[in-house]
C-alpha cells in the first residue's frame, strides 16, 4: 500500500518558502532605497563641487587679470556671491613675497551646507601701468566683411 504525503504538510512548507521570498524581497529593495539615496546625495555633492569650481575659477580669474593690487583695491575680499549663487560666501587671501615675487592668492568659498571649497595660485606682479593694449593689429572692415560674405552666398 502506498502512502501519501498529508497536505497539511505541503501547506506548512509553502508558507516557509512564501515568508522567504517576502523576505528576500524586502532586503533586496532596502538595497535598491539605499542606493538610490546614496546615488542622490553624491549628485548633489558632485553639483556643489561644480558650483564652487565655476566661482573659484571666476575668482581666480578676476584677480589674474585686474592683479592682485588692483584687485585688492577695486573690489571686496569677502562677502557674498553674486546672484544666482547668493547663498554661497567668498574670501579671498592675497598676499606678497617680495619686490618682484609671485604673489600667492587664495580662494574660498562656502557652500550653503557650510562646506568649504578652496583653490590656491600664483599670480605674477604687474606694474601699475603694464596694462597690456587689446587691439587688433590690423583694423577690421565689418563692411568688407559682411560684402563679401554676401556675394559668396549668391554666388552659391
Not at 521570498?21 to 555633492?45: C, E, I, K, N
Not at 565655476?54 to 571686496?76: C, H, K, N, S
Amino acid at each position: 500500500m502506498v502512502r501519501r504525503p498529508h497536505f497539511a504538510a505541503r501547506r506548512g512548507f509553502a508558507l516557509i518558502d512564501a515568508i522567504l521570498g517576502g523576505l528576500l524581497l524586502a532586503f533586496g529593495l532596502a538595497a535598491v532605497v539605499t542606493l538610490s539615496q546614496r546615488s542622490l546625495a553624491m549628485l548633489q555633492r558632485g553639483e556643489r563641487e561644480a558650483q564652487a569650481s565655476a566661482l573659484l575659477d571666476e575668482l581666480l580669474g578676476q584677480v589674474i587679470t585686474e592683479g592682485p593690487v588692483e584687485f585688492a583695491r577695486r573690489r571686496p575680499v569677502a562677502g557674498k556671491c553674486d546672484e544666482p549663487w547668493n547663498d554661497w560666501t567668498f574670501t579671498i587671501d592675497i598676499s606678497s613675497n617680495g619686490e618682484g615675487d609671485a604673489w600667492d592668492v587664495l580662494a574660498r568659498v562656502q557652500d550653503i551646507n557650510g562646506v568649504e571649497h578652496r583653490c590656491a595660485t600664483k599670480v605674477a606682479p604687474r606694474e601699475v601701468n603694464d596694462v597690456p593694449e587689446r587691439k587688433p593689429e590690423q583694423p577690421i572692415d565689418r563692411e568688407d566683411r559682411f560684402e563679401k560674405k554676401k556675394e559668396a552666398m549668391q554666388n552659391g
